[in-house]
């Protein structure tokens, strides 16, 4: 039972910046693996990043070089710095917790409400 939170969302112009935080719930945060999923309009959800541990994350092309993930496993916090925005990254942004330390499986059970993101001019 993990209870996550995000926040940090909101309107900024594109090449702009925004870092988004996850609040998780619980114990044994570093046991799980943490991750970022998007959803715009009309689109499947798509990740965004994934971290098991400050070495081992993962990145699709599309924001590798522009976003970066980190975790505190002392604040059961996870959080996404998104550089560079571009309109295409516009979406609802969600935080997702996995059982289990390995970034090449898929998104676990647990998901945040999401934050909206909107690059625009």
């Known amino acids: 039972q993990v209870q996550l939170v995000e926040s940090g969302g909101g309107p900024v112009q594109p090449g702009g910046s925004l870092r988004l935080s996850c609040a998780a719930s619980g114990s044994s945060f570093s046991i799980y693996t943490m991750g970022w999923y998007r959803q715009a309009p009309g689109k499947q959800r798509e990740l965004v990043a994934a971290i098991a541990s400050e070495y081992n994350t993962r990145y699709p092309d599309s924001v590798k070089g522009r976003f970066t993930i980190s975790r505190d496993n002392a604040k059961n916090t996870v959080y996404l710095q998104m550089n560079s925005l571009k309109p295409e990254d516009t979406a609802v942004y969600y935080c997702?917790?996995?059982?289990?330390?390995?970034?090449?499986?898929?998104?676990?059970?647990?998901w945040g409400q999401g934050t909206q993101v909107t690059v625009s001019s």
């Open positions: 997702n917790a996995r059982w289990g330390l390995a970034v090449l499986r898929g998104p676990g059970d647990y």
